[in-house]
């Protein structure tokens, strides 16, 4: 299994980026997906969309940042707009294991090495 994040970057507040994490060695489309954060204050789930397509968010990106999939691309992406300083973090995208909820950390099987997003004037 490999998950290579991309799209990182630093942002003015107010700013949009897209993060990419670009899967291989499972089959992707019968796979829910997440993205979490790692930040000095903790490691926080973001956002996860299941293989149905149904998304979830967490409350302090809700309306924000929107999650996709494209399952012939073997790719999930998060859109992230209004940038705000507090989302400055390492964005990783993981696999959600089996019967366990897109935003239970502990339930993930595998993870991206990580992108770096930066938020500041």
């Known amino acids: 299994v490999r998950l290579v994040e991309s799209g990182g970057g630093l942002v003015q507040p107010g700013g949009s980026l897209r993060l990419s994490c670009a899967a291989s060695g499972f089959t992707f489309s019968s796979s829910a997906m997440s993205w979490a954060r790692q930040a000095p204050r903790g490691l926080e789930w973001v956002s996860g969309i299941y293989s149905d397509g149904s998304k979830y968010y967490a409350d302090s990106i809700r309306g924000r940042f929107t999650i996709s999939r494209d399952n012939g691309k073997n790719t999930v992406y998060l859109q992230m707009n209004n940038l705000k300083p507090e989302d400055t973090a390492v964005y990783f995208c993981?696999?959600?294991?089996?019967?366990?909820?897109?935003?239970?950390?502990?339930?993930?099987?595998?993870w991206g090495q990580g992108t770096q997003v930066t938020v500041s004037s």
């Open positions: 993981a696999t959600v294991g089996g019967g366990y909820r897109v935003q239970d950390l502990d339930g993930y099987d595998y």
